[in-house]
């Protein structure tokens, strides 16, 4: 039998705690400016263009988005899967996945340009649409969020926890599965059209969320001195990582493999991973070795990984990573030419067979960042205002993953 565990709130209101709101705070304002700049100067003053629509702010958004469902994985390994260890870190989770897709989804509302146009997406839905499910599929995710924890927080909910745990842990899979479907449905663009692009991003989205809640969960231990996790929790997460990593190089390889067998996108698989230049490089160097082979070293190591210091740089290496994936995935498939009738040989007197430029622009770079500072004021206001953080989580045993 196990002690009861006790919550505590985040460190009160202490010269840091204000200073660390105050940046989360900055970074989203300078994002809302940026955002009010953009939509009454026009498009014009970003990098985008009209062929490519979706710039750095979109990269951010969905690599949020995607996160938000992997940051929910840690609570549904100890309510779904049933690992005491983890579970009192289940609260923590389930906050940070809220505040990340807040985060994703406060950026993509507000690089539509005319943020008020998504009240006509509610009132003339179009059921033919990703687009359109979308909008469904993340407000119910955050409800469930918000049911999940309750039945966490409520000793008197005890007995719809796991309920509600699967519930939530079934529709973070489905709610992933639609935000890469965005990708793998647009036939148009031959980088994107593929149906592995909805399990690779299930698998990108619980390496990247599961970094990110590392990452948290580490700052959160530095700053307040507490023992949590313990050293063997912190090794069995460090395999846990290690082994969503290894996964997730897996998809995107055969994605990438199964593009370069086929003879109607061998040309953009080659433009991307050898011809790309830039995004060439991001997967190369940015995914694939900083964020997956050497994170996995560290990880893996079984002398490194209980220390102190693996864990957060494999962690950060990831988010890193990812960001490049998203980067060089999304930008760069718009930016190879778009095939506007499968099959058929199209000419015109512009642009044909042209690789289209894009530089992003330093208002973009700060509505993308305001994902950091809204996913930042929700997180630390939700741990000013409810009980969290565990004093202490997991076993001396370090068996198990």
């Given at each position: 039998m196990h002690a009861p565990v006790e919550y505590h709130f985040f460190t009160g209101y202490s010269l840091r705690s204000w200073l660390v709101l105050g940046g989360f705070g900055l970074l989203a304002a300078l994002a809302g400016l940026a955002a009010m700049y953009m939509e009454s100067e026009g498009h014009w003053v970003t990098g985008m263009t009209n062929h490519v629509v979706w710039g750095l702010p979109h990269v951010f958004a969905?690599?949020?988005?995607?996160?938000?469902?992997?940051?929910?994985?840690?609570?549904?390994?100890g309510s779904v899967f049933g690992r005491e260890d983890y579970q009192p870190l289940g609260r923590l989770s389930a906050v940070l996945a809220f505040a990340l897709l807040a985060g994703g989804l406060s950026v993509l509302v507000f690089d539509l340009g005319r943020a008020d146009r998504l009240i006509i997406t509610m009132e003339y839905?179009?059921?033919?649409?990703?687009?359109?499910?979308?909008?469904?599929?993340y407000q119910i995710f955050f409800g469930l969020v918000i049911i999940y924890l309750w039945m966490m927080m409520d000793p008197r909910m005890a007995a719809f926890y796991r309920p509600a745990g699967t519930a939530a842990f079934l529709w973070r899979l489905f709610m992933t599965t639609g935000t890469g479907?965005?990708?793998?449905?647009?036939?148009?663009?031959?980088?994107?059209?593929?149906?592995?692009?909805?399990?690779?991003?299930?698998?990108?989205?619980?390496?990247?969320?599961?970094?990110?809640?590392?990452?948290?969960?580490?700052?959160?231990?530095?700053?307040?001195?507490?023992?949590?996790?313990t050293p063997a929790l912190r090794a069995r997460l460090s395999r846990l990582l290690g082994l969503l990593v290894a996964i997730s190089l897996y998809f995107v390889a055969v994605q990438h493999g199964t593009g370069l067998y086929q003879a109607e996108r061998r040309d953009v698989e080659h433009f991307l991973l050898f011809q790309g230049g830039l995004y060439s490089v991001l997967i190369w160097g940015g995914f694939v070795v900083l964020g997956s082979v050497l994170p996995m070293m560290l990880l893996f190591d079984p002398l490194r990984a209980g220390q102190h210091g693996a864990l957060p740089i494999a962690s950060a290496l990831i988010v890193f990573g990812g960001l490049c994936l998203i980067y060089a995935t999304v930008i760069g498939g718009e930016a190879f030419p778009i095939e506007i009738f499968p099959g058929m040989h199209v000419t015109s007197s512009a642009f044909d067979g042209a690789v289209h430029p894009y530089?992003?622009?330093?208002?973009?770079?700060a509505l993308g960042l305001g994902a950091v500072g809204v996913a930042g004021v929700v997180l630390l206001m939700a741990m000013w205002v409810l009980p969290l953080l565990p004093d202490t989580a997991g076993s001396d045993s370090p068996a198990g993953p």
């Amino acid at each position: 039998m196990h002690a009861p565990v006790e919550y505590h709130f985040f460190t009160g209101y202490s010269l840091r705690s204000w200073l660390v709101l105050g940046g989360f705070g900055l970074l989203a304002a300078l994002a809302g400016l940026a955002a009010m700049y953009m939509e009454s100067e026009g498009h014009w003053v970003t990098g985008m263009t009209n062929h490519v629509v979706w710039g750095l702010p979109h990269v951010f958004a969905f690599f949020f988005i995607i996160s938000a469902s992997g940051a929910l994985n840690v609570a549904s390994i100890g309510s779904v899967f049933g690992r005491e260890d983890y579970q009192p870190l289940g609260r923590l989770s389930a906050v940070l996945a809220f505040a990340l897709l807040a985060g994703g989804l406060s950026v993509l509302v507000f690089d539509l340009g005319r943020a008020d146009r998504l009240i006509i997406t509610m009132e003339y839905i179009n059921p033919t649409s990703i687009f359109a499910w979308n909008v469904f599929i993340y407000q119910i995710f955050f409800g469930l969020v918000i049911i999940y924890l309750w039945m966490m927080m409520d000793p008197r909910m005890a007995a719809f926890y796991r309920p509600a745990g699967t519930a939530a842990f079934l529709w973070r899979l489905f709610m992933t599965t639609g935000t890469g479907s965005v990708l793998g449905f647009l036939v148009s663009r031959a980088a994107f059209r593929s149906a592995v692009m909805a399990p690779e991003f299930i698998a990108l989205s619980l390496s990247f969320g599961t970094a990110i809640f590392a990452l948290v969960l580490l700052a959160l231990q530095r700053f307040e001195g507490r023992p949590v996790p313990t050293p063997a929790l912190r090794a069995r997460l460090s395999r846990l990582l290690g082994l969503l990593v290894a996964i997730s190089l897996y998809f995107v390889a055969v994605q990438h493999g199964t593009g370069l067998y086929q003879a109607e996108r061998r040309d953009v698989e080659h433009f991307l991973l050898f011809q790309g230049g830039l995004y060439s490089v991001l997967i190369w160097g940015g995914f694939v070795v900083l964020g997956s082979v050497l994170p996995m070293m560290l990880l893996f190591d079984p002398l490194r990984a209980g220390q102190h210091g693996a864990l957060p740089i494999a962690s950060a290496l990831i988010v890193f990573g990812g960001l490049c994936l998203i980067y060089a995935t999304v930008i760069g498939g718009e930016a190879f030419p778009i095939e506007i009738f499968p099959g058929m040989h199209v000419t015109s007197s512009a642009f044909d067979g042209a690789v289209h430029p894009y530089a992003p622009s330093l208002p973009e770079l700060a509505l993308g960042l305001g994902a950091v500072g809204v996913a930042g004021v929700v997180l630390l206001m939700a741990m000013w205002v409810l009980p969290l953080l565990p004093d202490t989580a997991g076993s001396d045993s370090p068996a198990g993953p």
